[in-house]
């Protein structure tokens, strides 16, 4: 089944189509986590919405039916209630609420009434799944290795929050991760009878469960009898330098962990058969790389053997789900800018199409196995929830939670061309055309980068670097997945790494002349470009390599290669991307690193960076406006001390949309 472009809506609006906005952007409601009820008859679903004046979120659990119709909004907490889980029985659901300050575990009734809370922890609890008998409930919290009460992580934290000294004595790699500073607590799984008693910690080790990173959509599962659990755990000493995330199984009723996979490289997402008979795992092959392909594994519980299902099949495996009768899996795959749905026997063969043409996450199986159940998107269309028939047929949408909003808005869908770029590949740009276009007239272009590099730009409604606020001006949106971008074939991925400046901006280049050339509608005298992570660093790549831009904007790049390494968080990275250490392999550190370009920048530059950014340092965005400023290239310095990699705050969004898309207007008219 091919999805086609959504367009229609079911509210009609008699008003004249216009631009979005960033308040249109932040008022829409985030659907997520669809859950479906075990008699197959209903869906429990997430919806964040965000207030810009008093600049918080929050979410809650809706229930609509899987035929469709009017959705009930099940918890009316004002602040964030999400994770929906169903009871065994269907009657009740777990889910996580911040509702009483830190993240704790309530259950309610389907029926609705109050939730009732079931966790206390001091230390918070969060994602919980039921056991298959209904009696108790799996679920996360951060506990100190050596404490083995709640009293004593209360005693602890408290003594760290009143203490009057703020320093840290760090002994070891990594001391800190993305956007916080570790503090000596773990990630474990705990188990709790459903009344709230018999609380206990199930992974009472020095390790993190689930990994801080690199892990699946849900790293811990209950065997489908209810006696064992299976979860991801790395136990490498230097977790920086680390990808080696394993399986590992424990009895319910405690133990001694046992490891099921002997992988070096990154295994994760466990999944139990119905009939108990296998765990589906996703693995990868190349130790350090963080980005190799992920291959659907079987491993059989009874003989310990474990096979690959898409060995031959060159795509990532992202999420799986299990056919009820436990003789088939479903997962999703990226394609280029889509994801897409297959199917392949437990018994080998090649999988199968089953949906396409969407941008398909978060997928569910009915308990019957007659239909499928998951999000979809487009550039154009946020996320609502659909179902489909099991062979991809009859696709529903049944959620239309942002249709009033969305009718009123003029967004273009994403368009396509290809193009030969480095190596003489084939290279896939794209395109989002201005409101109210005219193919008569001439638009300025903004040229936009991915980051990652092994990311892709796609066919997704983005709540940060959103296509179509970019065109929102009235500029033409040009993006170009290149050499390094996930979704076609592995190689493809692999070739960046070692060449970050090299393939890459060939791809770029080649990408941006081929649209201008092609496409009349697009003016190839005002062309502004701008990225972030991977893409900041390539644009201030560009800075040193070309003038044809009339302005840049770089957000949280890389600036030079060598102090980012001595300031990241997770070192296997720029070790597998840079082929060893700056000691080590110096040349290429050097090679590709912006640093040493300096002296041609010339293009007016806004530099963005956030404080809480530990995977690429505001210092890479300090030496960046330095650089610029000691050059005297027209430049300005968006700095945040409350935000990390991503800008995540509603009125930091609202600054960050306004002052990057008033940086591009100011330069690309002159």
Request: hydrophobic share 35%; aromatic share 14%; glycine share 8%.
């Amino acid at each position: 089944m091919l999805f086609a472009q959504i367009g229609a809506q079911p509210v009609e609006s008699r008003l004249t189509k216009r631009a979005i906005t960033v308040d249109d952007l932040w008022a829409m409601g985030r659907v997520s986590d669809p859950q479906i009820s075990p008699d197959g008859k209903w869906i429990a679903y997430t919806v964040t919405y965000y207030d810009m004046e008093k600049n918080t979120g929050n979410s809650n659990i809706w229930v609509v039916s899987v035929n469709g119709g009017k959705p009930r909004q099940l918890t009316t907490s004002s602040k964030a209630d999400f994770f929906p889980r169903w009871s065994p029985d269907g009657k009740r659901i777990a889910f996580t609420s911040t509702r009483d300050g830190s993240a704790q575990i309530y259950v309610i009734s389907i029926d609705g009434g109050e939730a009732r809370k079931v966790t206390a922890l001091s230390t918070g609890a969060s994602s919980a799944i039921w056991s298959p008998d209904g009696a108790s409930l799996l679920f996360l919290s951060e506990s100190y290795p050596d404490c083995l009460t709640d009293s004593c992580n209360a005693a602890r934290e408290k003594a760290q929050q009143s203490s009057k000294v703020k320093a840290r004595l760090i002994d070891h790699l990594m001391y800190r991760q993305w956007n916080r500073w570790f503090d000596g607590k773990r990630s474990h799984l705990f188990l709790i009878n459903t009344d709230g008693t018999g609380v206990r910690d199930m992974t009472p080790w020095d390790y993190d469960i689930p990994p801080i990173d690199l892990g699946g959509s849900t790293d811990y599962a209950f065997s489908p009898d209810g006696k064992e659990i299976c979860f991801t755990m790395n136990t490498d000493s230097v977790i920086t330098l680390s990808t080696n995330n394993d399986l590992f199984t424990i009895p319910v009723t405690g133990g001694a962990p046992r490891r099921i996979t002997e992988n070096k490289a990154n295994d994760n997402q466990p999944a139990y058969s119905p009939d108990g008979k296998y765990i589906a795992y996703r693995a990868a092959e190349r130790p350090g790389f963080e980005s190799d392909r992920l291959q659907l594994m079987l491993y059989n519980r009874v003989t310990g053997e474990t096979r690959s299902l898409t060995s031959n099949f060159d795509r990532s495996v992202n999420e799986v789900v299990w056919a009820p009768d436990s003789k088939f899996l479903f997962f999703t795959v990226q394609e280029g800018p889509y994801y897409s749905v297959y199917r392949t026997s437990v018994s080998g063969g090649s999988p199968k199409k089953v949906l396409s043409g969407g941008f398909i996450r978060n997928l569910r199986i009915s308990p019957d196995g007659k239909f499928l159940v998951f999000q979809n998107e487009h550039v154009n269309f946020p996320t609502e929830i659909f179902r489909a028939d099991i062979d991809g047929k009859n696709v529903q949408q049944l959620t239309f939670t942002n249709a009033e909003r969305v009718a009123q808005l003029d967004l273009k869908p994403l368009e396509s061309f290809w193009f030969i770029g480095a190596y003489g590949d084939s290279v896939e740009g794209l395109i989002v055309k201005p409101p109210l276009f005219d193919p008569k007239k001439k638009y300025p272009v903004v040229f936009l980068v991915h980051g990652g590099p092994q990311g892709a730009w796609e066919d997704d409604f983005h709540y940060r670097w959103n296509a179509e606020m970019f065109a929102s001006p009235g500029y033409v949106v040009v993006m170009v997945n290149f050499h390094g971008s996930t979704g076609y074939g592995q190689r493809f991925t692999d070739v960046i790494s070692g060449d970050w400046g090299g393939a890459p901006l060939e791809d770029l280049m080649k990408g941006l002349d081929y649209a201008l050339a092609h496409f009349s509608y697009m003016d190839s005298t005002r062309v502004a470009a701008a990225g972030a992570s991977y893409g900041g660093y390539m644009i201030n790549w560009i800075a040193g390599h070309t003038n044809r831009f009339k302005c840049l904007v770089s957000h949280d790049g890389m600036f030079n290669t060598v102090s980012a390494y001595g300031t990241t968080d997770e070192l296997w990275f720029n070790e597998w991307e840079f082929k060893g250490t700056p000691w080590t392999n110096r040349s290429l550190y050097e090679k590709f690193s912006p640093s040493n370009f300096v002296q041609n920048f010339k293009t007016p530059t806004l530099v963005v960076h956030g404080q809480l950014d530990y995977r690429l340092d505001v210092s890479e965005g300090m030496q960046m406006f330095t650089a610029l400023q000691r050059q005297g290239v027209p430049s300005k310095f968006l700095y945040f001390p409350d935000e990390g990699h991503f800008v995540l705050k509603p009125q930091n969004a609202r600054l960050w949309w306004n002052t990057v898309l008033g940086w591009i207007g100011d330069w690309i008219q002159r």
